[in-house]
């Protein structure tokens, strides 16, 4: 698709090295620019593989009023956290992603709509993701059946980021059409159902707030955001992405770590508008 920045009405944007820093702060100049959007008339929308509780600190200080998409699009929730629709995992499906997981030498983590299940409380990750999403995994030996069965997202993890990339690509060939496997961190691979990926994002969003896809601009840093660049009808990369995520994006902006999410409004979406 392709649009001018002009006629943009919505700006989804992804939160993990985009919206906030590598430290997870959410700085003036981004929200001065959200504040500013509201004031120009044009939404913001936020979307990420966190699950929708690690987003709830972001709703006050950007005044939020639209969707959000939790676990990559697995689960859409109001600004209160209600639920509007929620994609779970196939139970068979979710067995045999944590079997590539597992195999691959990686670590599993298992989301349900409400909690977070870990089997080590002392694994990679496990501390810095509490930090982030302001909330407690769940101690298990072994995932259960019933945790299976209401599976949105599961995530692979592990410091060794070549490991990672190649269990993603095996995770896409095992799985194919049944699920849906990207990393939304070089450390995390997140498994989800095939309609819980962010280019259903665009389009749900879309439906929800009868915006056509070609009038929403989007803004990532991972792979995992090329499927909503693709859905929109503008798309933004991250100073900080890979050469591969900004060569699928219509322009690219500053890194997570020198406002890049506010420069790109303000270059891309604001004086477009007032052009």
């Avoid at 769940?138 to 410091?159: M, P, R, W, Y």
């Avoid at 699928?248 to 508008?273: C, H, M, P, Y």
Wanted: a negative charge; glycine letters at 6%; hydrophobic letters at 45%.
């Amino acid at each position: 698709m392709s649009a001018e920045p002009a006629t943009i009405r919505l700006l989804l944007a992804d939160v993990d090295g985009t919206l906030v820093t590598h430290d997870k702060v959410l700085t003036d100049a981004a929200k001065s620019a959200v504040r500013r959007l509201h004031e120009a008339g044009i939404l913001f929308a936020i979307t990420s593989g966190r699950p929708p509780r690690g987003m709830e600190m972001l709703i006050e200080p950007l005044a939020l009023q639209t969707p959000m998409a939790g676990f990559n699009g697995g689960v859409f929730v109001n600004p209160d956290l209600s639920i509007i629709e929620c994609h779970t995992l196939d139970p068979a499906t979710a067995k045999q992603t944590l079997k590539v997981i597992i195999e691959q030498g990686l670590d599993a983590w298992l989301y349900t709509p409400e909690d977070w299940f870990v089997r080590d409380q002392g694994a990679p990750h496990v501390a810095r993701e509490t930090w982030t999403v302001k909330f407690r995994p769940k101690v298990v030996a072994s995932f259960t059946k019933e945790q299976l069965a209401h599976a949105v997202k599961i995530v692979g993890v592990s410091n060794d980021l070549d490991r990672v990339a190649a269990c993603e690509k095996k995770a896409q060939s095992i799985l194919s059409q049944k699920a849906s496997a990207a990393r939304s961190q070089p450390y995390y691979l997140d498994v989800t159902h095939p309609l819980a990926n962010k280019g259903t994002v665009v389009r749900t969003l879309s439906r929800f707030l009868d915006i056509p896809s070609s009038q929403i601009a989007t803004i990532g840093d991972m792979p995992n955001d090329v499927v909503m660049f693709r859905e929109s009808g503008f798309s933004i990369a991250m100073g900080n992405a890979s050469d591969e995520v900004k060569a699928q994006a219509r322009a690219t902006t500053d890194s997570n770590e020198n406002d890049g999410f506010a420069k790109s409004v303000e270059k891309f979406i604001l004086a477009a508008t007032h052009a």
